[in-house]
């Protein structure tokens, strides 16, 4: 808002992005956020994570403890 972008723009920012695949790996979160993308774009029906509230903090850390996993 301060950086003066319109409302309307703002109200259809998707926060947090990617799907709730249950990845915590860099790879992972990437697949997440492009499986949200084709998601949207063809009107698919999967569970975005900008409709859940997580209470876990340190949720999108950089994964480095479970990257040698993927």
Same mark, same amino acid.
Request: aromatic share 2%; charged share 25%.
């Given at each position: 808002k301060r950086a003066g972008v319109d409302e309307t723009l703002l109200s259809k920012v998707y926060a947090p992005i990617g799907l709730d695949l249950g990845g915590r790996a860099p790879t992972e979160i990437a697949l997440a956020i492009m499986? &949200? +993308? *084709?998601? *949207? @774009? $063809? $009107?698919? =029906?999967?569970? !975005?994570? #900008? @409709?859940? +509230?997580?209470? &876990? *903090? =340190?949720?999108?850390? !950089?994964?480095?403890? *479970?990257?040698? &996993? #993927?």
């Amino acid at each position: 808002k301060r950086a003066g972008v319109d409302e309307t723009l703002l109200s259809k920012v998707y926060a947090p992005i990617g799907l709730d695949l249950g990845g915590r790996a860099p790879t992972e979160i990437a697949l997440a956020i492009m499986a &949200e +993308i *084709v998601n *949207v @774009r $063809r $009107r698919g =029906g999967a569970k !975005s994570l #900008a @409709r859940f +509230i997580h209470s &876990e *903090v =340190g949720l999108a850390d !950089s994964g480095a403890d *479970v990257a040698d &996993e #993927a």
